[in-house]
C-alpha cells in the first residue's frame, strides 16, 4: 500500500497560484486512482478533483472548475494540484488520497489511503 505525503501549501493572496504535490511511497503508484479533497474549518471534508491511473481522464468540484487543475507523473510517483485564480473560499486542508482500483470516485468513503493534508490560505 502506498503512503501519501502532501507539500506546497501555503499563505496566497486572492487571484494567486499554488501547487500541490502529493508524492507517493510504495509500490504501484501507477496501480492508484488518485484525488484530492480539502476541509475548511467548520465544514466537512468535500471533493476537489480526481484522475485516473493513467492521468488521461480528470474530474472537478464545480467550484473549482476552470481555476484547478489536476495531474500525474507516474514515473515521479508524484501527483499535482496546480490552483490558479485563487479565492478566500478555498481556504483549507487539502489532502490527497488513493484508492487500488482502475476509477476515481468522488466520494470519501471509497478511498482507502490518504495523506496528512497540507493547509492553503487565501486572503482577501
Known amino acids: 500500500q502506498v503512503q501519501l505525503t502532501e507539500s506546497g501549501g501555503g499563505l496566497v493572496q486572492a487571484g494567486g497560484s499554488l501547487r500541490l504535490s502529493c508524492a507517493a511511497s510504495g509500490p504501484s503508484f501507477s496501480m492508484y486512482a488518485m484525488a484530492w479533497f480539502r476541509q475548511a474549518p467548520g465544514r466537512e471534508r468535500e471533493f476537489v478533483a480526481t484522475i485516473t491511473r493513467n492521468g488521461i481522464s480528470t474530474d472537478y468540484a464545480e467550484s473549482v472548475k476552470g481555476r484547478f487543475t489536476i495531474s500525474r507523473d507516474n514515473a515521479k510517483n508524484t501527483q499535482y494540484l496546480q490552483m490558479n485564480s485563487l479565492k478566500p473560499e478555498d481556504t483549507a486542508v487539502y489532502y490527497c488520497?488513493?484508492?487500488?482500483?482502475?476509477?476515481?470516485?468522488?466520494?470519501?468513503?471509497?478511498?482507502?489511503?490518504w495523506g496528512q493534508g497540507t493547509q492553503v490560505t487565501v486572503s482577501s
Open positions: 488520497a488513493a484508492r487500488a482500483t482502475l476509477a476515481p470516485s468522488l466520494l470519501i468513503r471509497e478511498y482507502d489511503t
